[in-house]
C-alpha cells in the first residue's frame, strides 16, 4: 500500500437500507415465429461462414454445429446461429429479387460469345 491508500473497513450501520436484486422475466425470443429462419438457411449461412474461414471440412462442421445450436441453445451461441439464418434468408430474398442467377447466367454467356450482348434488361435470359 501506499501512504496516499487511507481505506477504513467500519462496519455498516444496521439500519442501512437493504436491496434485493429481482430479476426480471426476459422473453425467450427477440423475434416472432414468423422471423425464424428456415433450417436451410441456418446450414447455408453457417456452411458459408466456416468455408471462407477454413475450407470445405469446417463448412460441414460448422452448418451442422450451428444448425444444433440454433435448435438446442437459447442463449448466445443460438441467437448467433439464427441471426446468420436471418441473414442467410435475407440475402436469398434479394437474389431472387435482383435475379442474379439470371444475370450471372447471361455474364458468362457473354464471355465466350464473340457477338455484341444486349444486357439492357434481364428478360433475354430464357436461351
Known amino acids: 500500500m501506499t501512504a496516499k491508500d487511507n ?4 462496519p455498516l450501520d444496521p439500519s442501512a437500507p437493504v436491496v ?3 430479476p426480471s422475466n426476459a422473453p425467450e425470443s427477440y423475434y416472432e415465429e414468423s422471423e425464424l429462419p428456415s433450417d436451410n ?6 456452411g458459408l ?3 471462407v474461414v477454413a475450407g470445405p471440412f469446417l463448412a460441414i462442421v460448422t452448418a ?6 440454433a435448435d438446442r441453445n437459447k442463449g448466445p451461441i443460438g441467437d448467433a446461429s ?11 430474398k434479394k437474389a431472387k429479387e435482383e435475379d442474379i442467377f439470371c444475370k450471372t447466367k447471361a455474364a458468362i454467356r457473354s464471355l465466350f ?3 455484341e450482348c444486349n444486357c ?7 436461351n
Do not use: D, P
Open 7 to 10: 481505506y477504513s473497513f467500519e
Open 20 to 22: 434485493e436484486a429481482v
Open 41 to 46: 438457411a441456418i446450414l447455408i449461412g453457417c
Open 49 to 51: 461462414l466456416g468455408w
Open 64 to 69: 451442422l454445429g450451428g444448425k444444433y445450436a
Open 82 to 92: 439464427r441471426a446468420v439464418g436471418r441473414i442467410a434468408t435475407a440475402a436469398g
Open 113 to 115: 460469345s464473340k457477338k
Open 120 to 126: 439492357k434488361s434481364s428478360n433475354n435470359c430464357n
